[in-house]
């Protein structure tokens, strides 16, 4: 049975219709990529899912529960990391953590090793008591996936996890998401623009051109449905999601100030 499944998920603001009829269907277990240039609609589905926006129009089911009726239920067994900082600057990393785990009310006598797990798990442990201020972007993006993981949450939604990163430290944010799947047999389901990022760590991937899915498979099949040999993950986004430069490098304004800003906040 699908951990997330879509039924014409639709969603408008105002005139601007940002997801048009979205469906898809993730297994247990697997790691999702959903891929399209800014302005495609993919943070739009994410918040859906994770009940942070409401539908204009159809259903989502995830772990089990629907994203309308239950709610507080999917919230329950999901974790989300946003593409904006999360994680309080003026607080330690074992700090922030100790938040999030109050607000998903671990008990308290389960805190402390829960907290030190997540933060040994993704590295951190020696750096856990230190301002998140001197840390560096990469260990941010753990902190920020650590807080997400504290309650073994069944899906963890990650929006752009690598944004504003340099190669060692999207290489050290890559392997802490391919153990996590390994070693918890979490689902995980993210956005990118790194094709390469979809190629190592998704097991399937859907691009999104439009508001829609135009294609969705593994990244070998999508390649080979190119008929050209050598045929890359970047070649792929081309031919669905378009090769104009308004269509590749498109997004609002805000969408461009809002990745300026995090690729600041992580640099």
């Not at 943070?43 to 926006?53: A, Q």
């Not at 890359?232 to 461009?256: E, K, N």
Request: proline share 3%; charged share 25%; glycine share 8%.
């Amino acid at each position: 049975m699908p951990i997330i499944e879509t039924t014409a998920l639709t969603r408008r603001f105002a005139d601007v219709l940002a997801v048009d009829d979205f469906n898809i269907s993730v297994d247990e277990g697997e790691v999702f990529g959903l891929l399209g240039p800014n302005g495609a609609g993919k943070t739009t589905v994410i918040k859906m899912l994770v009940t942070l926006l409401v539908p204009t129009s159809g259903e989502a089911a995830v772990a089990g529960w629907s994203i309308r009726r239950g709610a507080a239920a999917v919230r329950r067994n999901v974790g989300y990391v946003p593409q904006m900082l999360s994680a309080d600057g003026q607080l330690s990393g074992y700090e922030n953590l100790l938040i999030f785990a109050k607000l998903y009310d671990i008990p308290r006598r389960e805190r402390r090793q829960r907290i030190n797990e997540a933060l040994t798990f993704m590295g951190l442990g020696d750096v856990a008591n230190s301002l998140v201020r001197t840390y560096s972007g990469g260990m941010i993006r753990r902190l920020e996936i650590a807080q997400s993981m504290l309650h073994h949450p069944r899906v963890l939604f990650l929006d752009e996890p690598t944004v504003g990163l340099d190669p060692s430290a999207r290489r050290a944010v890559w392997e802490r998401i391919a153990e996590l799947q390994e070693r918890l047999g979490m689902t995980i389901f993210l956005t990118t623009h790194m094709m390469e990022e979809a190629d190592s760590l998704c097991r399937r991937v859907a691009i999104m051109h439009r508001g829609r899915v135009a294609a969705l498979d593994t990244p070998a099949a999508l390649k080979a449905s190119l008929d050209r040999e050598g045929a890359t993950l970047d070649d792929v986004f081309i031919h669905y999601a378009g090769d104009s430069l308004a269509a590749v490098g498109g997004g609002s304004y805000r969408d461009t100030r809002r990745a300026r800003r995090t690729a600041r906040r992580l640099g």
